[in-house]
């Protein structure tokens, strides 16, 4: 038999879509129940966010000819026209489109580690039709940081997207609540991710730390609102950081939402996940 996405609890997981870091075999990605018809969200809608860090990516590329001189040495952290938005959204290669005139591609030269990805394929390349006409468009409230892009905040509309502050129950930016709490989120604890093997074993990324028994630093959406080039990100022990946009050092966690009405297997796998039943 089979039962609706949304008889499943929070954390319970599921599979959706594959990923390839490098050159190994494509994975299927393991997604958790994040939350359920959360406020903002799409209605009936069921929050999915990888289970684990899948990646390594900077957020954005440094911009040598931004007249702004800490984007142009750290990268821009407005994520309306981040590099990591642009990939998490895109199919096939190339993928990369500027969104403003002094914007660059993810080249390891752009980055501060040789993690750049302007010559992998999208993130969504490895779904079926099927798994991406199921994800639904996300409208999201963005701050914006008080320097160069005069605070407060924005929309932006995503397939798949990262979490704020607000969302995993971290502080607000200045310029107001980002959004609301996802169930999934109480505490530094909840907080804590930490990477697949897949990510371990194949990014170009090296850090004694960076194993798969350690939580590590994960990307938010939210600027530090107090300069042009710094990024809200979880640390290793679920607390609230940050980091230049071109670190090429911190996690990615992308997260997708999903019809409360998908049907999906009535019992787990071997691996404690739920498969989705396409008709």
Same mark, same amino acid.
């Given at each position: 038999m089979a039962i609706q996405l949304k008889n499943l609890n929070v954390g319970d997981k599921v599979r959706l879509g594959k990923y390839q870091v490098k050159n190994e075999t494509k994975k299927d990605l393991i997604w958790q129940v994040a939350a359920k018809n959360h406020i903002g969200y799409p209605s009936n809608s069921v929050t999915l966010l990888t289970e684990k860090i899948i990646d390594v990516r900077g957020f954005d590329a440094k911009e040598p000819s931004n007249s702004?001189?800490?984007?142009?040495? $750290?990268?821009?952290?407005? $994520?309306?026209?981040?590099?990591?938005?642009?990939?998490?959204?895109?199919?096939g290669q190339p993928w990369f489109s500027k969104t403003h005139n002094a914007d660059e591609p993810p080249t390891d030269a752009g980055m501060s580690h040789p993690t750049? $990805?302007? /010559?992998?394929?999208?993130?969504?390349?490895?779904? /079926?039709?099927?798994?991406?006409?199921? &994800?639904?468009?996300?409208?999201?409230?963005?701050?914006?940081n008080t320097v160069t892009?005069?605070?407060?905040t924005e929309v932006v509309t995503d397939k798949v997207f990262l979490l704020s502050n607000t969302e995993v129950g971290l502080a607000n930016e200045p310029g107001g609540a980002e959004g609301s709490r996802l169930a999934m989120f109480s505490s530094d604890a909840s907080r804590i991710a930490y990477p697949t093997?897949?990510?371990?074993?194949?990014?170009?990324?090296?850090?004694?730390n960076f194993a798969t028994s350690k939580g590590w630093y994960w990307w938010l959406r939210s600027p530090s609102s107090g300069n042009s080039y710094s990024v809200r990100n979880v640390s290793t022990g679920g607390s609230l950081s940050s980091s230049g946009a071109f670190?090429?050092?911190?996690?990615?966690?992308?997260?997708?939402?999903?019809?409360?009405? &998908?049907l999906v297997s009535d019992t787990t796998d071997s691996d404690g996940c739920y498969t989705i039943i396409w008709n």
């Open positions: 702004n001189s800490d984007r142009k040495n $750290y990268g821009n952290n407005r $994520y309306k026209d981040s590099n990591l938005r642009q990939w998490l959204n895109k199919a750049g $990805y302007d /010559t992998k394929q999208g993130f969504l390349s490895s779904f /079926t039709q099927e798994e991406l006409n199921a &994800i639904l468009n996300t409208t999201l409230t963005v701050a914006k892009d005069g605070g407060g093997a897949q990510a371990v074993d194949n990014s170009n990324y090296s850090n004694t670190s090429g050092g911190s996690g990615v966690r992308p997260l997708c939402n999903l019809s409360s009405e &998908i």
